[in-house]
């Protein structure tokens, strides 16, 4: 008798996810989907692996995985998809599909929740998600979670309750402006934050200064490159702290204050804090603390004062630095003339006077130079180097001499 129970009760989960899993092939149009291999035959999914296209199984013949991005699914996502009650990924990107995301609750299927993993960007949506956020967390889990839903018209309110997810290491919801709310102070408590990115988005409120706290923090992404921000503000100074930060992008806000120190941030390889509201100066850390920066992009902004060229640059491996669009005035930094792999140098549109570096013409690997609408004057020096250059604006300035016709040329 325990033996008959036992296989009966197997049996029922396997028709729950057939169920499920049939469910969600005819809700997004599975006939038309670009790949569906085994789609007719799902009893069969955790026979053997790839079985069923896009599905994976566990040992225990549960389904774990549902890979089905980019492969023309079109239509709403079905609330029986949580009787898949072991799912761990599930990655739907780039498909036409819409509805409210389901939440999987262990009064309904009997376990934990193991979803940890979610993938749904790029999709047409929208995507109500504000259960999701709420639910998604089995405060006992010890799982590692990451969500990735940009661009995809996600509609929630991103509150506290996003603090239970303790174990979450990437959070990507840029270009979602349906996604309102801010970032919590309790924001701290997520510990293993590796990727934050909310650019885009309709969150407001400020960069709280627990996110600080976050020593894994590797890439920040915040304000907007597309739509109005609606961050206010400073950027905290204590965000030197962040010791294991990559990549730093602050876009088209309304942050205003100063520029924080780099002191502590020499893992930097992206600096892109870009038409916000800073002022005051450039912290000569910037040049000295930051090594590992390839891209240093602060155009845009309020920030005056000249560029120190009384320290020692530690920029070897800078590409591209853009400071236009400031304030910013002296002499141009004959430091920058030595940062060998710049392709990309943009000083136009401040209040720099004096003769040029003729460092900056020798240059190998330039590729963008402009230094248009300043104060400069002094004849041209001969060009030596530059032998990559596709770009070359000097306008609106009080020079002299000639352009060699090899860079007219290009």
């Given at each position: ?24 092939y005819n809700e997004t149009g599975g006939n038309m989907w670009t790949n569906k291999d085994g789609w007719d035959n799902l009893s069969g999914a955790c026979t053997e692996p790839g079985a069923v296209y896009g599905v994976l199984c566990d040992g225990g013949g549960r389904v774990t995985q549902l890979l089905l991005d980019s492969n023309n699914l079109q239509g709403t996502i079905p609330p029986q ?330």
């Open positions: 008798p325990l033996l008959l129970f036992l296989v009966v009760l197997t049996n029922t989960q396997s028709s729950n996810e057939i169920f499920a899993l049939s469910t969600l998809l949580t009787m898949l009650a072991h799912l761990e990924t599930l990655i739907l990107s780039y498909n036409r599909i819409s509805g409210t995301m389901p939440v999987w609750r262990e009064e309904d299927t009997g376990v934990p929740p193991a979803l940890s993993n979610v993938e749904i960007a790029h999709v047409t949506g929208p995507l109500v998600m504000n259960a999701f956020f709420a639910n998604i967390v089995d405060p006992s889990s010890s799982l590692m979670y990451s969500i990735d839903v940009r661009r995809s018209y996600v509609q929630a309110v991103i509150d506290d309750s996003l603090c239970n997810m303790v174990n979450l290491d990437t959070l990507l919801l840029g270009a979602n402006e349906g996604i309102t709310g801010s970032l919590p102070s309790c924001i701290n408590q997520i510990t293993s934050l590796e990727i934050i990115n909310i650019q885009d988005t309709g969150l407001g409120g400020t960069i709280p200064l627990s996110l600080c706290s976050l020593s894994s923090l590797r890439e920040l992404y915040v304000g907007a490159t597309e739509n109005e921000s609606f961050l206010s503000g400073f950027i905290p100074s204590c965000l030197n702290q962040l010791s294991s930060l990559e990549i730093l992008n602050i876009q088209s806000t309304h942050i205003s204050g100063g520029l924080p120190s780099f002191v502590g941030l020499g893992a930097l390889e992206e600096i892109i804090i870009m038409n916000n509201d800073i002022s005051s100066s450039i912290p000569t850390s910037l040049f000295t603390s930051v090594p590992y920066a390839r891209i240093i992009d602060l155009r845009g902004n309020n920030i005056e004062v000249a560029l120190s060229d009384q320290v020692t640059w530690s920029l070897s491996r800078l590409e591209e630095i853009s400071l236009s669009s400031n304030r910013l005035s002296g002499s141009l930094p004959s430091n920058l003339g030595y940062c060998t792999a710049l392709r990309v140098l943009d000083l136009s549109n401040n209040m720099f006077e004096g003769s040029i570096p003729p460092s900056y013409f020798s240059l190998p690997n330039i590729t963008y130079f402009d230094i248009s609408n300043n104060d400069l004057e002094g004849v041209l020096p001969e060009m030596v180097g530059m032998m990559s250059i596709t770009s070359f604006r000097i306008s609106i300035n009080r020079l002299e001499g000639t352009i060699p016709l090899s860079i007219l040329d290009r």
